[in-house]
């Protein structure tokens, strides 16, 4: 099994690899295209400014690779982000994977960024086997995805969102598997099982 974690510089990808390492796997580094080609597995993920990141992904020319790629990818929080059309974050184009925008957090409702634990429910896909209704996950963001078809789970911030998404071999969660415990560690196995 050939996990590769897409390393565009892009924030959180070393606790993202520590976290493979926890439950057994090693997780390579890659912004080689070959390399992402032709992995078993693929994660995107992100930490960081939308339009900052988006450059970065065209420059490697990634912004072409990722959308065509055939085998599962798991788009971590800006990654997720990202696979969207656009973000109010820099007024930024994604890579159009999800059919949806990505809109900003109203500071009326709640202080911004969301940041720390909330729960996660009606949960709707293998990516969640064995995870409880309402199980808690870490999150840090100000941006969020409207509900929509493409969600497999939702969170409530003053809102409810799409915590989750998933078309065809494409997955995204708003949250962090890699800092969400147990149950996070759970998610990156079954996203490896799928």
Known sequence: ??????????????????????????????????????????????????????????????????????????????????????TEEGNTKGLGIFDVSVKKFSNQLNKVPQMGWNNVFDLKSKLFSNINEQEYMYLVHSYYVEQCEYEIASTNYGVNYASALQKDNFYGVQFHPEKSSAAGEKILKNFIEL
Not at 18 to 31: E, H, M, N, T, V
Not at 53 to 59: G, Q
Request: charged share 20%; proline share 3%; glycine share 10%.
């Open 1 to 86: 099994m050939k996990v590769v974690i897409i390393d565009y510089g892009a924030g959180n990808i070393k606790s993202v690899q520590f976290a493979f390492k926890r439950i057994g796997l090693d997780a390579a580094l890659s912004k080689d295209s070959g390399t992402i080609q032709q992995a078993d597995k693929l994660v995107f993920p992100g930490v960081g400014e939308a339009s900052s990141a988006m450059k970065k992904l065209k420059e490697s020319q990634l912004d072409l690779i990722i959308p065509k790629l055939k085998q599962p990818v798991l788009g971590i929080c800006l990654g997720m982000q990202l696979m969207c059309n656009k």
